[in-house]
C-alpha cells in the first residue's frame, strides 16, 4: 500500500504512520515540519496545505489511501481532496460524532441527523469537510467519526491531565457517579483500523469507537492512580455539587460528561457497525500503562488547564472519601 498522510507528526497521525511502516507499506508524511519528524521509516514531504499550490507535486504520484485527520475550516479539506482526487484511490477523512444533530440522544448511529454545514461549531466544520470528501470521492470515500480519543502522544491533554492530577497526590475532587460509563477509543485502535478499513475498500460512515460502558470513570481514575503510583485520595463529589461551582464538563474536568448533559450522547453512541468490521479495542488499563509511560519519558511544560488548588478547595469539604 502507498499510504499518503496529511500530518503524520502528531497523536493519530503518528499513529497511523508507525502501524502502516510496521505493515511494510510505503509511508509519507505531507507536513509543515513544526512538530518535529515523522516516525523512522516514513518519507517526509514539507509544505503547507493551506497554500493550494503545495499539494500539487503530491497530485503527481499515486496514493492508494490518503488519510486526514483536518479539523480546521472545512474549506481546506475540499481543496485536499480536489487537488489529491487524480492520485488517490481511497480519501480517509477523520471526522467527529459531533457532527451530529443532537448529541443528547442516545444510541447516536450513523443515519443519525447532522447539524447544518452552514454553521461555525466544530460539528458544523466536520459536517461540511465530510460533504466535501463524499461530493468529491463518492464511494471512495471513508468518514471516521471517534470521539475521545486517548493513547500516547496524546493531543488535546485529557487523560494526560487527570494522570498529571493524580501523580501530584493529595485529595482530588472527582464528579461522581464512579459508576458513570464512558466511551473512548486509544488511538492505536484507531489507527489499526483506518488503516484496515483503507486496506479493505470500507467506504461510508462509521462511529469508530468503544462499545457503551468501556470503563467507568471511578475505573479510569483508579487506573490512573495505580498505573502513576499515585496516594492521591478520590474525593467523589456530586454532580449538582461540581456544577453549582461552576465548573465546566469536558473543559475544567476532561473526559467527564454528566448524566444528564446535552452532549452525553458522546459515551453512548451505537459503534456496532465499526466493531462488525473488525474493530478491536483494548482494555483502558493498557491505554493508561501506555500513556503513563509516554508521559514520563517525555518531560515537558505542564499546561494550564483543569481546577486549581483554590477551586478545588472550595468544593473539597465535608464530601465523602472513597
Given at each position: 500500500?502507498?499510504?499518503?498522510?496529511?500530518?503524520?507528526?502528531?497523536?493519530?497521525?503518528?499513529?497511523?504512520?508507525?502501524?502502516?511502516?510496521?505493515?511494510?507499506?510505503?509511508?509519507?508524511?505531507?507536513?509543515?515540519?513544526?512538530?518535529?519528524?515523522?516516525?523512522?521509516?516514513v518519507a517526509a514531504v514539507h509544505g503547507d496545505r493551506t497554500q493550494p499550490g503545495d499539494l500539487a507535486p503530491l497530485a503527481h504520484r499515486a496514493w492508494?489511501?490518503?488519510?486526514?485527520?483536518?479539523?480546521?475550516?472545512?474549506?481546506?479539506?475540499?481543496r485536499s481532496a480536489a487537488a489529491l482526487e487524480p492520485a488517490c484511490g481511497r480519501y480517509v477523512h477523520v471526522s467527529s460524532r459531533s457532527v451530529y444533530r443532537d448529541l443528547s440522544t442516545r444510541g447516536l448511529t450513523e443515519l443519525s441527523p447532522l447539524v447544518s454545514v452552514d454553521g461555525d461549531t466544530f460539528g458544523a466544520r466536520k459536517?461540511?469537510?465530510?460533504?466535501?470528501?463524499?461530493?468529491t470521492y463518492g464511494d471512495r470515500a471513508l468518514l471516521a467519526r471517534p470521539?475521545?480519543?486517548?493513547?500516547?502522544?496524546?493531543?488535546?491533554?485529557?487523560l494526560v491531565w487527570w494522570l498529571r492530577r493524580l501523580a501530584r497526590g493529595g485529595d482530588?475532587?472527582?464528579?461522581?457517579?464512579?459508576?458513570?460509563?464512558?466511551?473512548?477509543?486509544?488511538?492505536?485502535?484507531?489507527?489499526?483500523?483506518?488503516?484496515?478499513?483503507?486496506?479493505?475498500?470500507?467506504?461510508?460512515?462509521?462511529?469508530?469507537?468503544?462499545?457503551?460502558?468501556?470503563?467507568?470513570?471511578?475505573?479510569?481514575?483508579?487506573?490512573?492512580?495505580?498505573?502513576?503510583?499515585?496516594?492521591?485520595?478520590?474525593?467523589?463529589?456530586?454532580?449538582?455539587t461540581v456544577l453549582a461551582a461552576g465548573v465546566r464538563p469536558w473543559s475544567d474536568l476532561p473526559i467527564w460528561v454528566p448524566e444528564d448533559s446535552d452532549v452525553r450522547g458522546l459515551h453512548e453512541t451505537d459503534a456496532e457497525r465499526a466493531h462488525a468490521t473488525g474493530l478491536r479495542c483494548r482494555p483502558i488499563a493498557q491505554t493508561v500503562a501506555a500513556?503513563?509511560?509516554?508521559?514520563?519519558?517525555?518531560?515537558?511544560?505542564?499546561?494550564?488547564?483543569?481546577?486549581?488548588?483554590?477551586?478545588?478547595?472550595?468544593?473539597?469539604?465535608?464530601?465523602?472519601?472513597?
Open positions: 500500500m502507498r499510504l499518503l498522510i496529511l500530518g503524520g507528526t502528531r497523536f493519530l497521525g503518528r499513529a497511523l504512520a508507525t502501524d502502516a511502516v510496521s505493515r511494510g507499506w510505503e509511508v509519507t508524511a505531507f507536513h509543515r515540519g513544526v512538530s518535529g519528524p515523522p516516525p523512522a521509516g492508494d489511501a490518503v488519510v486526514d485527520t483536518w479539523d480546521g475550516p472545512p474549506q481546506v479539506v475540499a459536517a461540511a469537510a465530510e460533504h466535501a470528501v463524499l461530493a470521539g475521545l480519543v486517548l493513547g500516547p502522544h496524546e493531543q488535546p491533554e485529557r482530588v475532587p472527582v464528579p461522581g457517579p464512579p459508576e458513570l460509563g464512558l466511551q473512548c477509543i486509544d488511538v492505536r485502535d484507531l489507527a489499526r483500523w483506518l488503516l484496515d478499513a483503507a486496506r479493505s475498500g470500507l467506504s461510508g460512515a462509521y462511529n469508530v469507537v468503544s462499545r457503551p460502558g468501556h470503563t467507568t470513570m471511578g475505573a479510569l481514575l483508579s487506573t490512573c492512580a495505580e498505573a502513576s503510583g499515585s496516594r492521591a485520595r478520590l474525593r467523589w463529589v456530586p454532580t449538582a500513556t503513563w509511560d509516554w508521559l514520563t519519558s517525555t518531560p515537558g511544560p505542564v499546561p494550564a488547564g483543569g481546577l486549581g488548588p483554590e477551586r478545588e478547595a472550595a468544593i473539597l469539604p465535608g464530601l465523602d472519601e472513597r
